[in-house]
């Protein structure tokens, strides 16, 4: 894997790769990722646009137990769910033309030890947003797609090896 994959210094060393055969396969992988997720967490999303970014939110938010309607928020930039408390922001930021626009937007407070930030084209926010817990990035070829995970923090990691438990028992 090379780095031009992913903006800045992102590289994929022994990362998890996962084959996501249908949107099914990518569903439950965000339903099996929800059960790790904790507050103060921060997860960003790459892919080109179709990839299953948001498909695989939306597993996460059924994981976490939420069964409305899950859209991209491309429009209104961000969605608000809460769940038993938690608060939980699904970012897009694919028609930002300049970084600077995430600050003006004031959504640096999203940002914060009490909720989970899930982001999709975090690279259009570039050195604005702080450093990702996990990096999923999600490739596809027709209708086969793959799913690579990197920690990038201690909290990243343990979410990332309490994944890995979970999928190998």
């Known amino acids: 894997m090379t780095d031009n994959l992913y903006p800045g210094n992102f590289q994929m060393h ?7 055969d249908n949107e099914a ?25 179709g ?13 976490l137990g939420y069964h409305g309607k899950v ?8 969605e608000i ?3 038993s408390g938690l608060y939980l922001y699904h970012f897009d930021f694919y028609r930002f033309n300049d970084p600077l626009e995430w600050e ?9 030890r009490e909720s989970i930030c899930l982001v999709e084209w975090p690279e259009k926010a570039a050195e604005f947003l702080q450093t990702a817990d996990l990096k999923i990035r999600i490739n596809y070829s027709g209708t086969k797609r793959t799913a ?11 979410c990332l090896s309490l994944w890995q438990e979970q999928v190998s028992e």
């Open 71 to 78: 859209k991209s928020p491309t429009y209104n930039l961000v």
């Open 104 to 112: 003006e937007a004031g959504f640096r407070e999203y940002f914060n």
């Open 51 to 63: 990839a299953g970014k948001t498909t695989l939110i939306r597993g996460i938010l059924r994981g």
């Open 14 to 20: 022994s990362s998890p790769i996962i084959y996501l």
């Open 81 to 83: 769910y809460e769940l």
């Open 25 to 49: 396969a990518t569903l439950a992988l965000g339903e099996q990722l929800a059960t790790m997720l904790h507050p103060g967490l921060t997860i960003f999303f790459y892919g080109e646009l």
């Open 148 to 158: 690579e995970l990197k920690a990038e923090t201690e909290a990243g990691k343990q």
